[in-house]
């Protein structure tokens, strides 16, 4: 039990096939077998910039200057806190010193959070046309429940999200969390497709045999090439697009369906090395 957490895809493939019932009703409606998981930072809300105005706040309160320079900025909004803290902005010496920035670093980022009350532009009226179409949604997130909760009540989202993945449920990796997701919405991972806005969480995806749309903006385009879809703005997307995604699978997702049936390949198995 305090091992790695293993998990199954190709097993939850198979067993989150949907019953008689569902089958008639997704012929009806084929719009509804899908899945769509959104991760929270910059898909749902703009994170990158309450992390930047986080740091600006503490460099204020220290009376420190904050670079401007384009990898000092990458590093701060992809970087863990220490590293930036000792390696990038050389604000911390001694170990002492740097806990103490990082906590007051964590109480400024969420002091901002929790005056977050605006989504990402063109989110709602997706959001408005998946509901419309059935699709059912889960977010998926590092964030605890209550934190979650209250940013998705701010924001007016909470009744487009049937299904949401936090701390809480103690998901080793962000391939873990996107299966959580996909059990909790009833949906095949084949069937899901995720909404991301970073390259490691596009490989997480397809790791999980999930579809990947991936956002501009974060990560430029030539960073998101593996994505299925790459988008800059909501307003790009439509059902279809979701349609056409599962119409062009390709032929190696078909030769491993084969494969499993047939030749029945060892178990794959998730374990943590998509951790971020």
Known sequence: MDGPLKIDVDYLNEKLQECFLQRIRHAMKPDEAFGLIFSWDNVIADT??????????????????????GHVQKSILHGAADHVLKKVLYWAKEESQMEKLKARLIELYYENLFKLDTPVKG????????????????????????????????????????????????????????LSAAVKLDRKPSKCVVFEDDPR????????????????????????????????????????????LFAHKGISFMDLQKQIIEKSPPKRKLTVDTIF
């Open 48 to 69: 990158d910039s309450l992390k930047l105005d986080a740091w600006r706040q503490l460099a204020l309160e220290e009376g420190k200057d904050l670079p401007s320079a």
């Open 123 to 178: 989110l709602r009226e997706w959001l408005d046309a998946i509901q419309t179409a059935g699709i059912p949604c889960a977010v998926a997130s590092s964030l605890d429940r209550r934190c979650m909760i209250e940013a998705l009540d701010r924001m007016a989202l909470s009744k487009y999200f049937k299904a949401i993945v936090t701390d809480e449920d103690d998901m080793e990796s962000i391939a873990h969390r996107f």
């Open 201 to 244: 969480g596009v490989t997480a995806a397809h790791n999980c045999t999930m579809m990947a749309v991936a956002l501009i903006g974060a990560h430029p385009a030539y960073e998101l090439v593996q994505a299925d879809l790459a988008i800059a703005k909501y307003r790009e997307l439509s059902v279809i697009n979701l349609r056409r």
